[in-house]
């Protein structure tokens, strides 16, 4: 079993910044790549950012250049800095994880972002 908890979600106005925590726990070994997703209402789930375990990351075009994906000083954790914040960022943040970005197994309950004008 393995369990992801994110964290850091809230609410903050146009042009702020807040930075997404998420751990992982359990029998982690199949874990090698991580990644943000988020789902705005009546919206399908999109993936925001992705780092694999080679360090290499992607990003979705309308976040590229404001948002940073990190790992933490393990594999198991990951962080997701969001800068200049738009409404149009508002969603539910999901962290994933799994044996590579192309299949992810896990995931967290997912964080609420609320990003007002």
């Known amino acids: 079993q393995v369990q992801l908890v994110e964290s850091g979600g809230g609410l903050v106005q146009a042009g702020g910044s807040l930075t997404l925590s998420c751990a992982a726990s359990g029998n982690t070994l199949r874990i090698n790549d991580m990644a943000w997703y988020r789902q705005a209402p009546g919206k399908q789930r999109e993936r925001v950012a992705s780092?694999?375990?080679?360090?290499?990351?992607d990003y979705e075009d309308s976040v590229a250049g404001r948002f940073t994906i990190s790992r933490g000083n393990t594999k198991n954790s990951v962080y997701l800095q969001m800068n200049s914040l738009k409404p149009e960022d508002t969603a539910v943040y999901y962290c994933?994880?799994?044996?590579?970005?192309?299949?992810?197994?896990?995931w967290g309950q997912g964080t609420q972002v609320t990003v007002s004008s």
């Open positions: 780092i694999m375990i080679n360090g290499r990351k």
């Open positions: 994933a994880a799994g044996p590579s970005v192309l299949h992810m197994i896990y």
